[in-house]
């Protein structure tokens, strides 16, 4: 099997999560992002997931939030995202703020990004963990 070295800068992968008890799945485009970001993004948020769970912070890593992540890697959705009239809505830095506002999303959203780095669809099982 070869390698395709491709220009492509996004890749599809399934968001799963839950709010209010309602189950919710789409498809996210993620942004190829170089080692260097996806090795700085990992170390930070285990990072500062540790801290928190200990009860601590640390004043560079504030700005470390599930929804500072996901607004960096989520680039795309696909129409599988819909609005109340139950057409697909497009994806604009404005509607993915709101959407990434809603609670937990902005978590599954880290979640499956970091699946999608380790190439393991998510179980059904596993809720939203996001750091903070």
């Known amino acids: 099997m070869s390698f395709k070295l491709s220009t492509a800068t996004s890749y599809p992968w399934k968001v799963s999560g839950q709010i209010a008890g309602t189950r919710y799945s789409f498809t996210g485009y993620f942004a190829f992002l170089?080692?260097?970001r996806i090795d700085q993004l990992t170390?930070?948020?285990?990072?500062?997931?540790?801290?928190l769970k200990r009860g601590e912070d640390a004043p560079e890593l504030e700005g470390v939030t599930a929804l500072a992540i996901?607004?960096?890697?989520?680039?795309?959705?696909?129409?599988?995202v819909i609005g109340d009239d139950d057409q697909p809505v497009?994806?604009?830095a404005q509607t993915a703020d709101r959407?990434?506002?809603?609670?937990?999303v902005a978590?599954?959203?880290?979640?499956?990004?970091?699946?999608s780095l380790a190439g393991?669809?998510?179980?059904?099982s596993?809720?939203?963990?996001?750091?903070?």
Not at 43 to 51: D, E, K, M, P, T
Not at 108 to 115: H, L, P, S
Not at 120 to 124: D, E, T, V, Y
Not at 126 to 132: E, M, N, T
Request: net charge neutral.
């Open 90 to 92: 497009p994806f604009t």
């Open 43 to 51: 170390i930070q948020s285990a990072r500062r997931g540790a801290l």
């Open 34 to 36: 170089n080692q260097e």
């Open 70 to 80: 996901a607004s960096e890697v989520l680039v795309g959705w696909g129409d599988d």
């Open 120 to 124: 393991a669809p998510r179980g059904n």
């Open 126 to 132: 596993k809720p939203p963990r996001g750091i903070g």
């Open 107 to 115: 978590a599954a959203v880290v979640d499956a990004w970091a699946e």
């Open 99 to 104: 959407f990434l506002q809603k609670q937990g």
